[in-house]
Each structure stands twice: as structure tokens, then as C-alpha cells.
């Protein structure tokens, strides 16, 4: 084994390691006053039974998933027989990662609010490497599993020719990320159910009707919002990008190993080794922008965005600069090849700043857009929905432009502006999405600050702290509120990368099916070896052309499942919503005194409705995301299903992109308000702004950043199902 790959089990620890000190220095923090520990107790117990339902459920559905596999694999062989066990082991540790951070977060959101009692600094140092745990626990746990992987498949596969045991192993590896990104959806969808159930409860009945602050312990619902701000936002967010960060490098691992086979066994090691590293390196200089973040006292937005600028672009810097040097120790300096692969690395490290700035202009109050969409709300909220969707709408023209600049500068350098070799192109293209991923570590713990700051404010407003605490809190979750879509962006922006680089690996996948069968297939120019086929062979034996039926009914249903999935779940926030809604409004009218202090709220029954909503409409979106794949399989075929996977990506990234920054541009046009603009908090306009919020809310909570993760699962399904497609192909 090439004793450069020892550096990723490395980087893997380091980056737990740094995990467990931001851990251990946040909990020696005070936590505050009696009552700033109950409610911080509140929020915590209120997260734990809900991940504690939602796992029961997760595990019933990965049993029976990994029967399923297993049948494949020993009943039918259509299957590799390492799959049900890699499937199992990427949802255990997505599981995992979501479990820390939400763990962290419950016990940090207090003691940020405490922190900022003594200086806004203070309070965002706590917060911000609170969320750093977040970050860390992920790509440590990625690394590590896929470094346990490398090993043990290594040892265990058995194929005669080295160059196709190599493909084998990374195509079995990529199975993995499907346990992954099945764990994530129910994630993403269940917390985002929950979350804003509670949300939209809390504002429609507390904010508009009754008048009352943000986080008003009045409210029944607060302590429920807050309980959802870290099963949403923190735990899947955190499920969710882990599957980005193994996908990315996995397909990239797959791609290399078929770039080169025609060259060598070592060539294909160096380009399976190559992603693994520059992630590896990316962890070092992620920790390194963590400790570069922090502000001075009394900063505005644009200061406090600066300050979290400087971490993020610093380790994105450092780590472009590194990639060559990385690469040029991989490849060797003989070809060029290894500048080539680096300018397809910066490409995508670029493409992601882009769409993180892109993002920041169109969601944050410190820009002209969301400030027009709060002076909409002089005109009630019709207007501000209207505008908020047109926002929306305009702000996917930057991120799209920038992935198709991506992927085609990506490609053409990778190839030496050939693009002919295709499969060298493909591996171009994955690589950018890990240098765009490389700085995840950092990335992933501006995302998860905004929780906790929520959290903060909450536990302020809760507590009576005194009114200078809540208005460092407010500056610190508005900041949260554009990192949150900022990561939404970048999360998106990588799955489209990731995604096509997954297309690919599902080909490399029917390869080896084909290949597993001994049928020689239809090349370009004649019948070829399945084993040796090139991507071009294999698209021609199945006929996949933009004019063969099966691929352009594949699309439609592509497209079509990102729409589906999208108003499934939004029709699910709105029912969850209206039950809390009426739940609300009945204490409000039965337990007397709750407005005037005299009476406690029964925050409990708030939070057992959003956990019962989340749970019972989290399965069936989640169970369509993967059965759709494998029907269309089963009907359509091979080019069926590439069809299905390119309608799916190309709708799902644009209505993604379009439905996050909706929904952050109205989050914040109500926090502009909030600070005083346009009348102020309990003014028309701040009404008609909460209005825009609870639309937006599960927009840019629940069925948007949920696309990506359903674009990367058909894909993954797609791959783990090739042997069956390809069997029933042959049958038919």
C-alpha cells in the first residue's frame, strides 16, 4: 500500500482530536444562571427523544434495506457481497456525525448566550467553534471510514488482474455512501418537518396574533423551535454533508481507478490516493481558519461577515495552493498532468466561493436585495411573498453559470483541452467537487453557528437576561441566518458536481456488472470486453441518446421527482403546522394566565406534536427518493435510469438554489425590520414580514437543502441497484 495514504487515517484523527478539545473547552464554559440551565436542559431532552424516535424508525428501514442487499448479493449474485455491510457502516456514521453536533449544540446554546453577557466576541468565539465540533466530527468520521474501507477491501477482494481489483474495490466503496445518504434524507426531511412545525406555530399564533417577542417563553411552542433548530439545522445538516463530503471523494476514488486502467495498477493507486489527500490536507487548514475567526466588540453584520470571510477564504486559499503541491507529489512533475489535475481543483474551490458570495449578496440585510424585499412589506405580505419568490428566481442565474463554468473548465484542464478522453474529463470534474469540499471542516462549522446562536437568543429571551444580551444575540443569529444559506448554497453547489461525478460511477458500475456476466457489449466501432469498455462504449451499447425514449421519459421523471419531493414535504410542514397551530391557540384560550406570566405553558405536548408530525411524514418521502430508481430500472432500463439522474439534477440543483435563498432573503427582510427599520418589531410591516418567514421556512429548511441530498440518493441507488438493471436488461 503507498505510504502516502497513511496521511488520511492521520488527518481523520487530528481532526477528531481538535473535535473533542472544542468540545471539552465549550462545556468548561459557565452555562449561566438556574434558569438558563433548565431551559438549556429543556431544549436538550426535547432533541435527544426526538433523534431517539427517529433512529428507531432509521433502523428498521436500514434492516430491511440491507436484507434486500443481501439477497441480491448471495441469492441472486447481481450484486457485490461487501455492499449490505457498506451500506450499513455510511449510515452509522452519518447517524454518528448528526449525533455529535446536535449533542454539542444543545449543550453550547447556553452558554453562548452567557458568553455574550460578557462581550459579542465572547459569545462568538462559543458559538462558532461549538459549530467547529460539528465540521471536525464529520470529515474526521468521512476520512476515517473511508480509510477503514481502502484497508480492509484491499486485504479481502480477490480478482486476478490488479488494475480490475482496483475498480472493484472503489465502485464496492461507493456503495457505502448509499447507507449515507439514505441516513441523510430522513435527517434532513424529518428535522426539517419538526423544526418548522414549530416554527410556523410559533410565529403565526405568538408573533402575528398575539404580539409576542421572538423566543417569548408565553409562547407553548419556543421551547419546540428551539428543539428543532438542532435536529434540522445541526443534525441534518450534519448527516447531510457528510454524505456530500464521502460522495465527492468516493466517486472521484471510482473515476481514477477507471481513468487509468488501460495505463497501470500504480497510476490508478495515485489517482485513487489523490482525492483522499487533498481532503486530508483540506482538514489541516480548516483548523487553521477556525482559529483565525473573530470579531471586536460592537461589530455591525458587515464586520462580523468579514470576520468569517477571513477564515473561510484563508483555509480555501491555502488549501488551492496546496493542491499542487499535493499533487505534483502523487503524480510526479514529468507530464504536467499534475498542474492540470490542481487548476481542476481550484476551479471547484472557486466555483464554491463564487456560489457562497453569490449567496451571501441575495440572503444577507447587509445587501440591497433583501433589504427591497423589506421595504416590500409596506405593501402588506402578498407583496413580500412576491418578491421573495422573485429573488429567488434571479438568484439562481450566479450559482448555475458558476457549476457549468465548473464543470467545463474542470473537464478541459484535466484533459489538456482534449475532449475526447472523456473518462480522464469525468475525473477532472469529481476532483473539482472535492476541492470545493477540501474546506469542509471550516465550511460545515459556519453552518452549524447559526443554530446555536438561534439557540442563544432563545435561552436570552427565555431567561430576562438583560436586553444588551439579546441584542448581541440577535446580531450574532442574524449573522447565523446568511452563514446557514451560505452553507445551504455550497452544499447544493458541491451535490451538482458530486452528482455528475456519480452519473459517471453508475456507468463504471454497469461495467462491472456487464463484466461479472462475460457478455461482450456494443462499442462505439465494434464489440468490446466489458471490462475494458470505455464510458462512450457503454452509452452506446444502451443506446443513450437525447432521442431514445427511455432517456427522455427518464428525464421527465427525474424533473418531475425533484417537484414531487419538493411539495411532499412542504404539504407536510403545513399539516404538521396546523396542528401546532391549534395546539397553540388551545393553551392560549384553556390554561389561563399564560399571557400575563401568572401560568406555565405546556411546552411539553408542543414538542411531542412536531416529534409524532416529524416522524410519520418523514417515511414516505424518503421511501419514494429510493424506490424510484429501481422501478425505473426495472421499466426503462440502463438509459432510463441515466436519464432519470440527469432530469433529477438539473431541476433539483436550480429549484434548490431557488427555495434556500427565497427562504433566507425572508428570514432576514423580517430580522432587518427587527432592528428598526420600517416600524419595527410588532409594526405592520414586521407582520407582514414574519408572513414572508413562515413561507420561507420550509423552503430553505426542509425541502430545499433536502434536493441535494435526494439528487445524490438516486444516484446511489442507482449504482448499488446496476447489477439487478443490468440483469434485467439481459433478461429482457
Known sequence: MNSLFYAVPVASIIALVFAYIFYSKMKKEDEGTPTMKQIAQYVREGAMAYLKQQYKIVVIVFIVLAVFFAILAYGFHVQNTWVPFAFLTGGFFSGLAGFIGMRTATYASGRTANAARRSLNAGLKVAFRSGAVMGLTVVGLGLLDIALWWIILNAFVAEADAAQKLVVITTTMLTFGMGASTQALFARVGGGIYTKAADVGADLVGKVESDLPEDDPRNPATIADNVGDNVGDVAGMGADLYESYCGSILSTMALGASAFF???????????????????????????????VRTKEGADMGQLLKSMSRGTNLAAILSGVATFGILALVFGTADGLWWRLSLSVVSGLIAGVIIGKATEYYTSHSYKPTQKLAAASETGPATVIINGIGLGMISTAIPVITIAAAIV???????????????????????????????????????????????????AEMSELEPFVRERTDVLDALGNTTAATGKGFAIGSAALTALALIASYIEEIKIALARTGEMINGVSAKVDAAGASILDVLNHYNVTIMNPAVLAGVFIGAMMAFLFCGMTMNAVGRAASKMVVEVRRQFREIKGILTREATPDYGRCVEISTKAAQHEMVVPALIAIITPILTGVILGVAGVIGLLFGGLGAGFVLAV????????????????????????????????????????????????SLNILIKLMSMVSIVMAGLTAGIHLIG
Open 262 to 292: 488501460g495505463v497501470g495498477p500504480e497510476m490508478q493507486t495515485k489517482a485513487i490516493l489523490a482525492p483522499m489527500l487533498i481532503a486530508a490536507v483540506g482538514v489541516v487548514l480548516s483548523i487553521i481558519g477556525i482559529f483565525v
Open 409 to 459: 473548465l474542470s473537464y478541459l484542464f484535466a484533459t489538456g483541452f482534449d475532449i475526447h478522453n472523456l473518462s480522464l474529463g469525468l475525473y477532472g470534474v469529481a476532483i473539482a467537487a472535492v476541492g470545493m469540499l477540501s474546506t469542509l471542516g471550516i465550511t460545515l462549522a459556519t453552518d452549524a453557528y447559526g443554530p446555536i446562536a438561534d439557540n442563544a437568543g432563545g435561552n
Open 658 to 705: 431557488f427555495m434556500s435563498n427565497s427562504g433566507g432573503a425572508w428570514d432576514n427582510a423580517k430580522k432587518y425590520v427587527e432592528e428598526g427599520h420600517f416600524g419595527g418589531k410588532g409594526s405592520e410591516c414586521h407582520h407582514a414580514t414574519v408572513v414572508g418567514d413562515t413561507v420561507g421556512d420550509p423552503f430553505k429548511d426542509t425541502s430545499g437543502p
